[in-house]
């Protein structure tokens, strides 16, 4: 079995372009377990081997949802978010994941077996009991289990609380030659910050370099609010290792009737005199669509935001759609 850190994953906004940061950093290289975290790896780990077994649930948790992004090795970056019940355990948690790719032979007895994922963290329980963290495999079909437990103590007789579940998880394959974009992030604020450490990336998965993005919990904005999306478009056909790409975004408002359209904001054109100078597909560089629209003109309702992107020299068009509400 393997425990490893998660090698942190940040985007350079100056060219948008997924990187591993300080991989070879020995200021970020991961510090000596206590006896009681290594006590704690072996009991989550054992839950994890158990298969077949009920799952323990002394308290509440549960996955809320992902995203599925391009990481720059060729896997898809995965970051996540889980739910626990903030009162029903300790300030101090321990957190095992691990992925196993469906159809997998089951592995041998007494031998070694690397999982396409497996990942051990400690951190403190926050406030509203939302955790954020991240995974990276290549593409296909996984059962992810997560399990989670109080943190060891040390003293005699402790008793820790934990609680386990699986996920099924349809991760797509990026490496393909084809128009496509990474989920939609719906963003209830956008900041700027400054870069993090191996450490810092592994607890924050949704900041890209010097990105924070904070995301929407649950697509619902006032109007005194902004909605702001973010996306990546890989698969575009280079004109000189340029893009030449038009992102159309335009809104549709539900009614009991049915949806009508509402309005649209001018085209996002990406091209070799929209981009950086630097900007290159053929060294990486990622594409990055955005919208930030203030919601002030927008009458209380459900909406639908279409994205249209075409990739001019291929004539390839993708439409993606994105629910989200507006409320005084």
């Known amino acids: 079995m393997l425990i490893r850190r998660v090698a942190a994953l940040c ?33 989550l780990v054992k839950i994890a081997d158990a298969a077949g077994q ?55 007895k007494d031998k070694k077996v690397e999982f396409p994922w497996d990942d051990i963290q400690f951190f403190d329980v926050p406030a509203d009991g939302r955790i954020s963290r991240a995974l990276a495999v290549a593409g296909g079909d996984y059962e992810v289990l997560v399990a989670i437990k109080e943190k060891s103590t040390g003293k005699k007789n402790d ?23 990474s989920d939609v992030l719906v963003a209830s604020a956008v900041e700027a910050t400054q870069p993090l450490d191996a450490e810092g990336q592994r607890a924050n998965p949704y900041t890209f370099g010097t990105m924070k993005v904070t995301l929407s919990s649950d697509g619902k904005f006032k109007k005194t609010g902004e909605l702001t999306v973010l996306f990546w478009v890989y698969g575009v056909s280079p004109v000189g290792q340029k893009p030449d790409v038009q992102i159309d975004f335009s809104f549709h408002q539900k009614a009991a009737d049915g ?27 990622l594409l990055m669509g955005d919208l930030s629209v203030p919601l002030a003109s927008f009458p209380p309702a459900d909406y639908r935001l279409e994205i249209k992107i075409l990739d001019k020299p291929s004539g390839k068009t993708l439409t993606k759609n994105v629910p989200f509400s507006v409320a005084e």
């Open 54 to 108: 009920p799952l323990p649930t002394d308290f509440a948790s549960a996955w809320v949802g992902q995203h599925f992004l391009k990481s720059s090795d060729g896997k898809t970056f995965v970051p996540f978010t889980l739910q626990v019940d903030p009162k029903a355990v300790q300030s101090g948690l321990s957190m095992y994941v691990r992925a196993v790719k469906k159809g997998a032979p089951p592995a041998e």
């Open 259 to 285: 949806e009508k359209y509402f309005n649209k904001t001018a085209p996002k054109i990406l091209n070799g005199q929209t981009v950086q100078p630097e900007f290159d597909l053929s060294a990486g560089h």
């Open 159 to 181: 008793t820790n609380k934990t609680s386990a579940f699986r996920k099924d998880l349809s991760v797509p394959d990026f490496t393909k030659a084809e128009l496509t974009t």
């Open 11 to 43: 985007v350079a906004l100056a060219f948008v372009a997924a990187m591993p940061a300080a991989a070879q950093d020995k200021k970020n290289q991961p510090k000596k377990l206590s006896k009681q975290e290594q006590q704690d790896i072996a009991a």
